[in-house]
């Protein structure tokens, strides 16, 4: 169901983001790619929304558009009124740096630091961290801290990477296929801990799968093909992860 | 990747292009020098002797082993050159007044023969007529055996007696003021008072004959007429020197090529090993697509062979070009008629066959690596590897680094062996950077211990006979004199076992200050009241220690043979020498009082006037002056030392710049994951450029005082090998040797670091994501 004016207005404050006929345009050799074709999407505080859509629909390039690490090629997109798509290199870099926490889905753990120096590489950069050992205490590792990740489980790994993003405090955590590369048991491990940090810290969370079993731990369901948002969905009741079988 | 090839490349073509310089370099050599020999009959032994009568000769045909003789006669003058104020010395040999010398002929390079009849013909040798511009119809003034003379210059000629043009004495060819002149016989026999006679003589031997015994029977028959000694060809001092500079070609030879060789195998290794992981699930689906072991580890052999192949061209281009060059330039120093420069195809297919064996044999590892995977292996990803915390880390560091730092010092230490190689790569090119310096720093200190610590007169006068020393005093009231000290100066043989030196034994007076001895310390020294100090290299060779007896035979007047006792060693860089109390020398000839000779100090204000008073001197037969020498030798080597160090910058420069530039790129494409992870999460451009860049900044930073430490160990080699009776090179380092070395190998690197920090900046965060590891 798409979202109506009424659902914007209704009780909700400013949107976190505000993206508006974003478009953007590959050129791969003489080949143009059109990956997305004018999306407009709010994203509101605390929520948590999964993208959803098959692969070459779109959805990973609005996640990397939202998190500064692409640039749209026409349309805007802000992130609390202020506007990304006109932001330079160094000021994407900044946002990244300061308001945004990504998980991905090959973990992008760095091989030859410790699990609590990969926490402390971005704590130590950040304006207001929590405390490594704190965040990894979050995702269930406290007792993991001195592992090297070719020392860890996949699982493992993706919690350290999540205790990564949300050790900086971020207002924004962009998660793309999280459990990807896992098993299905491991899966709802990391996605628990993912519905847990935005249940008990609140923050805005985006979540992008192909797999529509795991919509159901969102607040909104946004699909996506073809380059736009084909519909957004609000679930009435959320399923805890443990719940989900796929 | 083409990057990468091009600079190893670049270090191939070093290697090779040394290899090619120095080996056509002295092949030309070989070749011309045996060619010239050959052609212009040069003699296989040579004496000099008082004076002998025509019929003397003989005595010397009739040795059993001699082949050909010719007699001579040589004579010293001191010579007037218009235009040219300064001493000049001039050794005049006679040329049979008809026809060709039977031995040592002349090369006319312009002009013509001496004509029969006319007693002031000369011919000039090359490199004095050019240094003077002499051309055949100018004159220049002579005082021979006291008598002034006018000579007239008719042709310019070489000699294969003086391929090396150098006085007696010195070390490096004056060619303003000393030269090699030819007369007519009986010209110069009248004007020297030899006529009929003759105080030089050469000889060939017949094939398989003996030299020491051809040698000892000469001496023998001649001793009576004033021998002083025959020597063979090996000692003749012209070509000695060229000896020495092909031994020191092929200890080049042998150092530079092997060096940059052994760096660009490494790097290949390294580079096609990079390229096998990278490459991996492309191996392995042609695996299991039916290609074999071998068809994959061609692919990969056939890749370092193009890229050896590139190098080995360029090199070979680059080698016989600056080869050509440098030979035309040993052309300054070596007087042949044409120097013939030839790249045999011999030594371009030893260059190429060396390089691609030295890579392959360097890059086997890596080939193998490829060749051994199997598809299922090669289609998986790469195990990650295995990180550890490092040592230094578990002792205390930890704290001190942050999370860049740690990544940096975990790296390197994972794999400790090629990060050694790195190092040692960088290392190396330090040491040759050092080395091309080095060389200047060594002939600095040699030329400032010998004539500013050791001989400290302005001039050294020396007389045509011995004299009484009451002529020193006459010497010492020439106005502008202000001081003078004497000298004797006697040839002699040495014997001690079974081992034999021609030297000659110098007597100086005690206390002098002028011209002083120095211990193997430097230091000055004392003469001793009787006894022999003698050149530590001398004492080396002839198996002596200070304490033993050395048999001293006088090769003049009386020629009286004596033991006397070796009584201190003497530290010199230049030649070998014996040294006696002046008095003591006196007291072993049997003699009262006699000098050869005299070194005066005077003032720069009344130099000419000095010279000028002893040119009219009859007695004198020639003076040489000090600074004129200094400057003279830089004037020589100084141009050639520069193109030497150039070059050699150039190309240690390039090894630095290819082993640095190759690690980062590897380190690149290693790393390029995790620093774009580290830009994702807000890392800045210059925060990663920081951890890519630290970890070469250290192997840069290690290899340079590792550098230091193998320049010390090759310049070590490198002396040990040159050493000769005929000059030592010290280990000499000078503090902007160092310098200079560091600052090439860091703007190389700093190079190779802005050219990787480019493509750094370029990253593409996105597509590096999505790709696992």
Known sequence: ?246 | MKGQALAIAMVIVSGVATYVISVTTLDSLRETRAAFYRDYRFAELFVSLKRAPESAAEAVRAIPGVDRVETRVAAWATLDVPGFTEPVRGLLLSVPDAGEPALNALHLREGRAVVPGRDDEIIAGEAFAQAHRLRPGDRIGAVIHGRRKALRVVGIGLSPEYVYEVGPGAVFPDPKRFGVFWMGRKALASASGMEGAFNDLSATLSPGASRQDAVGRVDAVLSRYGGLGAYPRDDQVSHRYLTEEFRQLGTLASIFPVIFLGVAAFLLNVVVGRLVSLQRDQIGILKAFGYSNADVGMHYVKLIVLIVLVGAAGGIGVGAWLGRGMTRMYMAFYRFPHLHYELRPAVAATAGLVSVASAVLGALQAVRKAERMTPAEAMLPEPPGRFRVTLLERLGLRRLLSQPGRMIARNVARRPLKSALSILGIAFACAILMLGNVQEDAVGFMVDTQFRLAQREDMTVSFVEPVSARALSELRSIPGVWYGEPYRSVPVRLRFGHRSWRTAVQGFSGGGSLHRVLDTRLRPVAMPREGILMTDYLAERMGLRPGDRVSVEVLEGARPVRDVPVVGLVGEYFGVNAYMDLRALNRLLGEENAISGAFLSADRADRQSVYDALKGMPGVAGTVVRVDAIRNFYETMGGTLLLFTFVITLLAASVAFGVVYNSARIALSERGRELASLRVLGFTRGEISYILLGELSLLTVAGIPVGFLIAGGMTAYIAERMKSDLYRVPMVMEGSSYGFAAAVVIVSALLSGLLVRRRLDRLDLVAVLKTRE
């Not at chain 1, 590959?26 to 143009?32: I, R």
């Not at chain 1, 926490?101 to 130590?124: C, H, K, M, R, W």
């Not at chain 1, 799968?209 to 946004?222: F, K, L, Q, W, Y």
């Open chain 1, 1 to 246: 169901m798409r979202e109506t004016d009424a659902d914007r207005a209704g009780g909700m404050a400013e949107p976190v983001f505000r993206a508006r006929g974003v478009t953007k345009v590959y050129e791969m050799g003489e080949v143009k790619v059109h990956a997305l074709r004018g999306v407009d999407l709010d994203l509101f505080s605390g929520e948590l929304v999964v993208l959803l859509g098959p692969s070459g629909s779109g959805k990973s390039t609005l996640l990397n558009i939202l998190g500064g690490l692409d640039t749209a090629t026409g349309g805007t997109v802000e992130y609390l009124g202020r506007e990304l798509t006109r932001a330079t290199d160094r000021e994407l870099t900044e946002y990244r740096r300061r308001h945004v926490g990504f998980v991905f889905q090959f973990y992008n753990l760095i091989p030859s630091l410790t699990a609590l120096e990969n926490v402390s590489v971005v704590t130590d950069i950040a304006a207001q961290p929590m405390r490594p050992e704190e965040a990894l205490g979050l995702v269930g590792l406290a007792d993991r801290l001195n592992h090297f990740p070719a020392q860890l489980s996949g699982g493992e790994q993706q919690r350290v990477a999540i205790a990564r993003a949300v050790a900086k405090r971020p207002s924004v955590m962009l998660c793309d296929e999280p459990t990807g590369a896992l098993d299905a048991a491991t899966g709802i491990v990391v996605l628990d801990v993912l519905e847990r940090i935005n249940r008990e810290i609140g923050t805005t969370t985006a979540l992008i799968t192909h797999n529509a079993d795991i919509a159901g731990m969102a607040d909104r369901v946004v699909r996506v093909g073809s380059g736009v948002i084909q519909s957004v969905e609000r679930n009435e009741r959320k399923k805890a992860p443990r719940e989900m079988r796929w």
